[in-house]
């Protein structure tokens, strides 16, 4: 891997029976691991293995940007189906290593395999924070103001269109946060830098499940305003996603997180817009208020990526 | 898991979007992944789901060992069919547990997925190693000699008679090293304390492509003496392997290094056998020397688990 000669963090990559790396002194390690599976996270007819490439790795970055962490190396371990073109594969690591690249990450090992079935890859992503510093699901406080980073839904909206047109391709840019999701790096190492974030997670299984997780794990509950939620807008006509998925869609990749009131969030981080969606509260429901006042409890949806409507 | 609550090292575990570790002051990070993919490199019919997640673990302790390193934490992405019987998965993962407390390993984090097709899993075992101290496999030099713990090709072993028996279960307690290897940790941390190795790698693809990789990433050759190489005994009358098993069996996950014939090598590492088995040339070749004196070039077979083989 040439191109991360000058990379010092990484001692030994590829060719030895472990990568060695470095993590800065007084840092701590960070770890996440995901799979990205065809006919489970994608399928070949609907996304080009550049997309595939960027998604799997994507996805591990967002868990680094969730911890306010600064992502180091990268592990992929692919099995490929043996009558699988090599161009795909080709494509597919390209699409990968140009993230990589933007967010200084080495591909520092792997696995490769043949698979029995479909393409299956598993990342892996090793990045790290300053000791003590990681922000967790754990720290929200009745109170703090709820906020999350640019627009919810795309994703979703992306998926439903793939499904009603009957497998007809899209064009990436009308969807971006499905096809090239951008994680959020650089917001979430500003938000821990300046201490704003009490809790922090990534919208990757969709806000009411995502919000969830922080609720459960702080022992409180959330009201959240309708009216505030920001719907991504998406096709030709940059048309605002339904409701729905902007509340229960995942794989948006967007930092949801909580901040004392006396905090104050900037309305931009690294020109991401920041929006203030809801209230952390006592109890341990999720509301949601409407633009007319009225709530309703809101139940998590989950987040089955694409495989329980795709198997009708 | 609660079983690791002890733990100083994992500062988070499962529940947030990334596992938090600290890794010792001084030392490296090790990372390693290895795939196991049901019809690959492990049979449901063959073996039982105690012994898929032993060996799923055992793998990557073994690439931490081959380094002189030391086990932190191990990360699993698990991919299940849907007709999967819940049994199948807790036995899996006690196996997994199991080898896991022994090595003082924790189960950090992961991820798990529906599969298309058959049981997928993928383990990071990530560990540390005093920094600059991690033997590699590039340090063999002319004149060191080759050196193997324990018994080669009982892995193989197990696999033909597998083969040959049409799908009859083997007695694990016949075929140990197939069944139940047991990494090498305790060995390979010892070479490194005493600095005794100046090369080493783990006999995962088997002896002739293994040493093949010291000699390739350290620009010499070989020298093997073919009655040296300690053979398994296996079945119920601990019959040696044959020769073929051996020299290119994979799967043994013993430790192959090489030491500067100044150190003085013990018979026997943490109750583990090491024998002698050759020399580091000048040559790029590797050359085996039968009981008469005669050699013939060794070509490096590679070892492909059972899937050439299984598919006839």
Redesign the interface.
Same mark, same amino acid.
């Given at each position: 891997m040439a191109q991360w000669g000058t990379d010092t963090r990484i001692?030994?990559g590829i060719?030895? &029976?472990?990568?060695? #790396?470095?993590?800065p $002194?007084g840092h701590?390690?960070?770890?996440?691991? &995901?799979?990205s #599976?065809?006919?489970?996270?994608f399928r070949r007819e609907w996304h080009p293995p550049e997309v595939v490439g960027h998604r799997c790795l994507a996805r591990g970055l967002?868990?680094?940007a969730?911890?306010g962490?600064e992502a180091i190396?990268t592990?992929l371990?692919l $099995?490929l189906p043996p009558a699988l073109r090599q161009s795909w594969v080709t494509r597919f690591v390209n699409g990968l290593l140009k993230l990589a690249k933007k967010y200084h990450v080495a591909l $520092?090992?792997?696995?490769v395999?043949?698979?029995?079935?479909?393409v299956?890859a &598993?990342i892996?992503?090793?990045?790290s924070?300053p /000791?003590g510093k $990681?922000i967790? /699901?754990?720290g929200a406080r009745p109170g703090d103001q709820i906020y999350v980073t640019g627009e919810l839904g795309g994703s979703a909206a992306a998926l439903d269109e793939l499904f009603s047109r009957r497998n007809k391709k899209l064009r990436g840019a009308d969807y971006p946060r499905h096809f090239f999701s951008t994680p959020r790096v650089e917001v979430g190492r500003f938000l821990r830098e300046k201490k704003l974030a009490s809790a922090?997670?990534?919208t990757s299984d969709g806000l009411s499940t995502d919000l969830a997780h922080i609720c459960e794990?702080s022992g409180v509950g959330a009201l959240l305003q309708e009216v505030a939620i920001p719907r991504a807008r998406v096709g030709l006509k940059k048309e605002p996603v339904e409701l729905a998925f902007a509340i229960h869609g995942g794989e948006d990749y967007e930092l949801l997180f909580t901040a004392d009131p006396s905090r104050r969030i900037p309305l931009s981080i690294r020109g991401v817009p920041v929006t203030e969606i809801g209230r952390i509260t006592r109890g341990r429901r999720i509301v949601l208020a409407d633009f007319r006042g009225r709530s309703a409890i809101l139940q998590p949806q989950g987040w089955e990526h694409f495989?329980q409507r795709a198997q009708p």
């Open positions: 001692i030994t060719g030895d &029976d472990c990568a060695v #790396l470095s993590v $002194a701590e390690v960070l770890v996440t691991t &995901d799979f #599976l065809e006919g489970v996270h967002s868990d680094i969730a911890m962490g190396a592990f371990s $099995a $520092a090992g792997g696995d395999a043949q698979s029995p079935s479909g299956l &598993d892996v992503l090793l990045g924070v /000791r $990681a967790s /699901r754990s922090m997670i990534d794990e495989r």
